[in-house]
């Protein structure tokens, strides 16, 4: 443990860390107790806390709460998970990403107050999120879970001022249940009485009776997509009701046809919270324009992949990796994306399904290339991969990097066609690192 003066640097702090704990995920809230307790319960001092679960949509969920607080002018903090590029992305505090020196600080005093005790490294970072945040005045903090809800390290907040559970699938199965009905139920858990409980649409039937059975056992009020609010695109706008009337706003700047409700769902969070944080029209519209969410249907702009680009063709990012994620992607695909061919560069982790992911794209692209994620023990090979995405019914080899898979598309002789990195935030992160 570090005894010096001027802490460390971030990463090398993180490395000590990760050998807290033998696993990376132990689901659990006793060890979180413990560590906030020494540090004097930062988590009872926090500005009012957006709690957010959910298997997809959570961070562009986020992305446009925190623009349209922002819009209004208030100070907002956020925690995300993972981060693409550096570490610092997961701790927003005030209105900007945490700089080395502070977050330094925080970890070594965690760690010091942890001493030799079992903790995973998820768990001490977001007590020092926590420690941060309680330091730092705000007027909300936009908090999303890791993984789960009920024994998620972000659930030891007894009194959000709302929760929002976005949309459930399955993911995380090891660790959550291998049912649609106990993987929500372990969202759900996040859910407190007379706290203002969003939820977004649900794709699965089984998905909003135990959200509602839940949110009746704990006294949650409950306000859910398709029923107390509804959002839809029309005619070139976002078209959103609710009990307090029907609102036309801008469309997401995000782009897809998923951000629809996770637009929605920002909303019913606003307008659920407006006594303790009002916010006008032209805040909401103003935070619709402005979120930005990385890696979320992206487009390259810049970067050695895009300067290789012959004129006419697009590159483009996504780091949805569950089956769910890759039939709302290709759907949207399919909709908006039709006037060019696609291809895709395909990489994704072990503990995921590739075949699930690809097979919505059956038809729809004309060729896959598959890596393996650099710097990731737990990537699939490339061979992997391809004969994951043959099995789904595409075209596919595998390639030795990103750039090598780019090059392999582009010498086929085709007319001008879009690029798509998809299946891990993990090659997500890696290719904005060396093109942003």
């Not at 993972?82 to 992305?89: A, G, S």
């Not at 290709?330 to 072990?350: E, I, S």
């Not at 798509?420 to 890696?430: N, W």
């Amino acid at each position: 443990m570090a005894t010096g003066l001027a802490p460390a640097a971030p990463e090398t702090i993180l490395e000590r860390l990760q050998k807290l704990h033998p696993k990376l995920i132990d689901l659990s809230l006793d060890r979180m107790h413990r560590l906030l307790a020494a540090l004097g319960h930062p988590e009872h001092v926090l500005p009012p806390v957006i709690h957010i679960a959910g298997t997809n949509g959570k961070g562009s969920t986020l992305a446009y709460l925190r623009a349209i607080y922002e819009a209004a002018g208030y100070k907002v903090h956020a925690y995300t998970s993972p981060h693409l590029v550096r570490f610092n992305e997961r701790f927003y505090v005030a209105g900007a990403e945490i700089a080395d020196a502070p977050l330094a600080a925080i970890l070594e005093e965690c760690e010091r107050a942890n001493g030799d005790s079992p903790i995973t490294l998820f768990e001490i970072t977001t007590a020092a999120a926590f420690l941060a945040f309680s330091r730092t005045p705000a007027d909300v903090l936009i908090l999303e879970t890791g993984l789960g809800g009920r024994l998620d390290a972000t659930n030891v907040v007894e009194r959000p001022l709302a929760t929002v559970i976005t949309s459930i699938s399955m993911d995380h199965m090891q660790y959550l249940g291998d049912t649609i009905q106990a993987i929500a139920g372990e969202k759900a858990a996040i859910m407190k009485p007379d706290v203002p409980a969003i939820h977004a649409p649900q794709r699965f039937a089984e998905v909003p009776g135990v959200l509602d059975a839940y949110a009746a056992r704990a006294g949650a009020p409950v306000s859910r997509g398709g029923a107390e609010w509804r959002a839809k695109a029309e005619n070139g706008a976002l078209l959103y009701e609710s009990a307090l009337g029907t609102r036309r706003l801008p469309l997401p700047v995000l782009p897809g046809l998923h951000q629809i409700d996770n637009a929605g769902a920002a909303i019913a969070t606003v307008e659920a919270a407006t006594d303790r944080l009002p916010v006008t029209e032209a805040d909401i519209a103003r935070g619709l324009q402005t979120a930005r969410w990385p890696a979320r249907m992206q487009r390259l702009t810049r970067g050695p992949l895009v300067a290789a680009l012959p004129p006419g063709w697009e590159l483009w990012l996504d780091g949805g990796h569950n089956a769910d994620a890759g039939r709302v992607l290709a759907a949207t695909a399919r909709t908006l994306w039709a006037d060019k061919p696609l291809h895709l560069v395909f990489g994704m982790l072990d503990t995921k399904t590739p075949q699930d992911y690809l097979a919505a794209f059956a038809g729809l692209t004309a060729k896959v290339r598959t890596v393996a994620i650099p710097g990731e023990a737990h990537s699939l090979t490339a061979g992997q991969t391809a004969e994951a995405a043959r099995h789904a019914g595409l075209s596919a080899e595998p390639a030795d990097s990103v750039t090598d898979a780019v090059a392999a598309i582009l010498r086929a002789d085709s007319p001008p066609a879009r690029l798509l990195i998809c299946g891990s935030l993990y090659l997500a992160g890696h290719v904005l690192a060396e093109n942003e």
